[in-house]
């Protein structure tokens, strides 16, 4: 569905419009704020994908206690400013039972707030930032927070017998959350961090920090990013000779990176939630649906958002369609199969799942490696 130009924040009812002519309007209402403009958009587009396929799906199962559901849908443009509005519109204006966030995590710990108190379960699908589930019982986190990836990312480095680490880190809360859980697992995993070395999120230029990269010599690279600025990163790092591994994570997870970065992207490993090799059933009907509903391949954020609204519905399902403190404690005891793996919250409603490395190769994402390490990818839980 478009959004189109010029009307920012506009009101999506997007299984509205998917319904036959004469049949009743939606009576449940799932709320979604996504980056649908601003920088953040391409990001956006595939997250309101994932979550209107997922309530597509379920109408056309019969929707919720013989209700259908609407996602109702606001642009946050991945603004803490914008998202305050946003959700505080969502709950006392619209009324929503639950709500999903496609965003980032500065705009998603910003709306954390706002439902908590108006005790309007939250499911998040990809910000990583520890404070949103802290910000109490209705908060939930389909994807692994960040610290834990950034774990990962170390375990990455030393499955690939490398120790002399460079680390770039973008500096916002997607960065920072990256970097604290790899500074924390690098010297267990016996790791040597030569430098660190941070830039802006507007930043598309990197010459006197790719200088400095290639005068500490590393065996891996660690950058933190998205995929307009880590594009632009990994194309200077390589025309500049550094031939070393470059690890990336999540949001690099784009088709866009690869659009951005050219050849230069070939052999980067991402650590991300999707892998597109999968046999899981739930997976390889998710990717094939997907691409059917759209003509374009899913990737991370698209994944996600569709599993959070996923858990949503099934949460909802098992309530009768009523929200509140049942549908909190319904999505608390669930279990779930989802594109991204089987999940389930523990007490501070984070999820323990398997980290996929993915490589870049023959421009397209295929599996490199999974990282499983209980101990080392723990979630954080109340006592911790």
Known sequence: MD??????????????????????????????????TGFAAADGKSALEGAKLAVAEANAAGGVAGQKLELVVYDDQ????????????LVEKDKVVV?????????????????????????????????????GDYMFRVSAMGEVQGRGGAKLVQNLGKKKVVLITVKNDFGQALAAGFKEAA???????????????PDRQFGPLVSKVKADNPEVIYASGYYFNAGPLVSQLRAAGITVPIIGQEGYDSEKFMEIAGPASEGTLVTTSLDRDSDAPATKTFLADYRKATGMGAD????????????AIDGL???????????????????????????????????KKDIQVQIVKDKAFHRHSVISDPVLLAPPSKGK
């Open 3 to 36: 959004i189109r130009r010029g009307l920012p924040r506009l009101l999506v009812t997007a299984a509205v419009l998917a319904l036959p002519v004469g049949m009743a309007s939606a009576q449940i209402k799932i709320g979604f704020n996504v980056p649908s």
């Open 78 to 89: 991945a603004s803490p400013k914008e998202a305050v509005p946003v959700a505080t519109k």
């Open 99 to 135: 709500g999903v966030s496609g965003s980032y995590s500065g705009s998603t710990r910003a709306a954390a707030s706002i439902f908590q108190r108006a005790q309007v379960p939250y499911v998040v699908a990809y910000a990583i930032h520890p404070d949103i589930t802290l910000a």
């Open 187 to 201: 010297p267990k995993l016996g790791l040597e961090i030569l430098n660190e070395y941070e830039y802006a999120m």
């Open 300 to 311: 991370m954020v698209a994944a996600t958002s569709y599993t959070a609204t996923l858990v």
């Open 317 to 351: 399902k098992k309530t009768g369609g009523k929200g509140g403190a049942a549908l909190r404690d319904a999505l608390a005891a669930g279990s779930y199969d989802t594109p991204i793996g089987k999940l389930e919250f523990n007490d501070l409603h984070e999820v």
